[in-house]
């Protein structure tokens, strides 16, 4: 069985190692060859790279995703989407989702990868819903993580509520490198025996194991694998696609990707990188993440965090005060927006000396339930704290919220030349308004 790739240099690979600060002007030399590598697609958009545009880059997100598809003839480009958040860090309402992917796909997207931070189906049920209006295909996708109450039921389950509500195919994320050789094999092999889906795996190699759990998870019948070429890979990256086509070369799952091409576009990139050294993370992999289960980038933010209020040496308290939180908060998995969310709380529980004093909006949010389900039971006496007399709500958060498009629309027409200017201003109003001014008005 031929195994496919998905290249992630372009989105994943450069967020982790260069801090999403690449520029279209250094991606679209070496579009037509990226092109005709023999792709499964290449990932290209999302996450980060939306805020970073106009931000850091003074750039359009949208300009960019149109110029790069203006070069791809034969390759899918992809974007990770989180669900009913979509770039942002908090729900919008089912207008605005639906608008975003529908421009989405329209400007180019073939791919949508739709996650929740909290495994919520409910949260992702009208994203791939959308997707799948507007033509797209829905990949349904699962976060990994380990705690007590995530084991391969938890994942299975998931993957059969995915499948129900219809996505095109499942992705595994495993944001943090935590997923070891042969629990992925055990995983993966479950996963397609109990759905009828496509399984993609992504994972970073933050602890150094990545490659070694692809292979794994090759032998037990994934499809496709997330990987980046060589020049940003490893570390708190994917591992580096030469190495995985070299590894199966000559097996019954040999990419039949041309070794030779990927090399030659990597040394393009190798001499992009310089220009990005200012912002170049660490290629090293840290397998003390394996039991503190922290994410690279989350540790970065907590590094900025302390130093900022000039308590770097509470650093080891917060380390310790972080799996604390997690577990009296229910589990979450560590990924965008939940990740900061318990390493903010985690900080204010060591800088303010008593435990749930200083609580912020976020994880009040949280326990209320207005980013989802939590995947266990918040303690009741956190939980009390936090909300007081306060009812937590159990319906999909964004059932309570009411249209803002379209009223938006109308608020800022004045200095706006399309729709995906409203969508750019919803999501990231402080940095979209000054560009948007400074390009189009």
Same mark, same amino acid.
């Given at each position: 069985?031929?195994?496919?790739?998905?290249?992630?240099?372009?989105?994943?690979?450069?967020?982790?190692?260069?801090?999403?600060?690449? /520029?279209?002007?250094?991606?679209?030399?070496?579009?037509?060859?990226?092109?005709? @590598?023999?792709?499964?697609?290449?990932?290209?958009?999302?996450?980060?790279?939306?805020?970073?545009?106009?931000?850091?880059?003074?750039?359009?997100?949208?300009?960019?995703?149109? %110029?790069?598809?203006?070069?791809?003839?034969?390759?899918?480009?992809?974007?990770?989407?989180?669900?009913?958040?979509?770039?942002?860090?908090?729900h919008y309402p089912d207008d605005v989702l639906e608008k975003f992917i529908? %421009?989405?796909?329209?400007?180019?997207? *073939?791919?949508?990868?739709?996650?929740?931070?909290?495994?919520?189906?409910?949260?992702?049920?009208?994203?791939?819903?959308?997707?799948? %209006?507007?033509?797209? $295909?829905?990949?349904?996708?699962?976060?990994?993580?380990?705690?007590?109450?995530?084991?391969?039921? !938890?994942?299975?389950?998931?993957?059969?509520?995915?499948?129900?509500?219809?996505?095109?195919?499942?992705?595994?994320?495993?944001?943090?490198?935590?997923?070891?050789?042969?629990?992925?094999?055990?995983?993966? /092999?479950?996963?397609?025996? #109990?759905?009828?889906?496509?399984?993609?795996?992504?994972? !970073?190699?933050? =602890?150094?194991?990545?490659?070694?759990?692809?292979?794994?998870?090759?032998?037990?019948?994934? *499809?496709?694998?997330?990987?980046?070429?060589?020049?940003?890979?490893?570390?708190?990256?994917?591992?580096?696609? #030469?190495?995985?086509?070299?590894?199966?070369?000559?097996? &019954?799952?040999?990419?039949?990707? +041309?070794?030779? #091409?990927?090399?030659?576009?990597?040394?393009?990139?190798?001499?992009?990188?310089?220009?990005?050294?200012?912002f170049q993370g660490s290629f090293a992999s840290d397998p003390r993440v394996?039991?503190?289960?922290?994410?690279?980038?989350?540790?970065?933010?907590?590094?900025?965090?302390?130093? &900022?209020?000039?308590?770097?040496?509470?650093?080891?308290?917060?380390?310790?005060?972080?799996?604390?939180?997690?577990?009296?908060?229910?589990?979450?998995?560590?990924?965008?927006?939940?990740?900061?969310?318990?390493?903010?709380?985690?900080?204010?529980?060591?800088?303010?000396?008593?435990?749930?004093?200083?609580?912020?909006?976020?994880?009040?949010?949280?326990?209320?339930?207005?980013?989802?389900?939590?995947?266990?039971?918040?303690?009741?006496?956190? /939980?009390?704290?936090?909300?007081? +007399?306060?009812?937590?709500?159990?319906?999909?958060?964004?059932?309570?919220?009411?249209?803002?498009?379209?009223?938006?629309?109308? #608020?800022?027409?004045?200095?706006? =030349?399309? &729709?995906?200017? @409203?969508?750019?201003?919803?999501?990231?109003?402080?940095?979209?308004?000054?560009?948007? /001014?400074? $390009?189009?008005?």
């Amino acid at each position: 069985m031929k195994v496919k790739i998905t290249e992630t240099i372009l989105r994943d690979a450069q967020q982790s190692l260069l801090a999403t600060r690449m /520029k279209t002007v250094d991606m679209l030399p070496v579009m037509e060859r990226l092109d005709g @590598v023999g792709y499964h697609s290449l990932e290209m958009w999302g996450g980060a790279t939306f805020d970073s545009c106009l931000r850091y880059l003074d750039e359009d997100p949208w300009v960019r995703l149109r %110029k790069i598809k203006l070069r791809t003839k034969e390759t899918r480009l992809q974007m990770l989407l989180r669900g009913q958040n979509i770039l942002g860090y908090r729900h919008y309402p089912d207008d605005v989702l639906e608008k975003f992917i529908e %421009k989405a796909v329209a400007n180019g997207i *073939d791919i949508i990868r739709i996650f929740d931070a909290l495994n919520d189906v409910r949260n992702m049920q009208k994203a791939i819903e959308f997707t799948k %209006k507007y033509g797209g $295909h829905a990949q349904g996708t699962i976060v990994y993580t380990t705690s007590p109450i995530h084991n391969i039921d !938890h994942y299975v389950d998931t993957a059969r509520k995915l499948e129900e509500i219809g996505v095109d195919s499942l992705c595994l994320k495993d944001m943090a490198g935590l997923l070891t050789p042969y629990r992925s094999h055990r995983l993966i /092999k479950k996963l397609k025996e #109990e759905t009828g889906l496509t399984v993609q795996l992504h994972s !970073h190699n933050t =602890t150094g194991l990545a490659a070694m759990t692809y292979i794994k998870a090759i032998e037990a019948g994934v *499809d496709i694998i997330d990987t980046a070429i060589s020049a940003l890979a490893s570390g708190s990256s994917q591992p580096a696609t #030469e190495a995985l086509v070299a590894a199966l070369i000559d097996s &019954e799952f040999d990419t039949e990707i +041309e070794l030779n #091409e990927v090399v030659d576009i990597s040394n393009y990139f190798r001499k992009v990188r310089e220009k990005y050294s200012d912002f170049q993370g660490s290629f090293a992999s840290d397998p003390r993440v394996i039991t503190s289960q922290i994410p690279g980038g989350m540790l970065s933010n907590l590094h900025s965090q302390l130093k &900022e209020q000039g308590m770097f040496d509470r650093y080891d308290e917060v380390l310790a005060e972080i799996p604390r939180v997690r577990k009296e908060l229910g589990y979450p998995p560590l990924v965008t927006p939940t990740s900061q969310i318990i390493g903010t709380q985690a900080v204010f529980n060591i800088i303010k000396g008593e435990r749930y004093s200083l609580i912020s909006k976020e994880t009040r949010d949280y326990v209320k339930g207005m980013y989802g389900r939590p995947p266990g039971e918040v303690e009741p006496e956190i /939980k009390e704290k936090i909300l007081g +007399e306060e009812e937590s709500v159990d319906c999909r958060p964004a059932d309570l919220l009411e249209p803002i498009y379209e009223k938006t629309l109308a #608020e800022i027409k004045d200095f706006i =030349t399309k &729709e995906e200017d @409203v969508l750019s201003y919803i999501l990231f109003p402080e940095v979209a308004e000054p560009f948007l /001014k400074k $390009h189009y008005s």
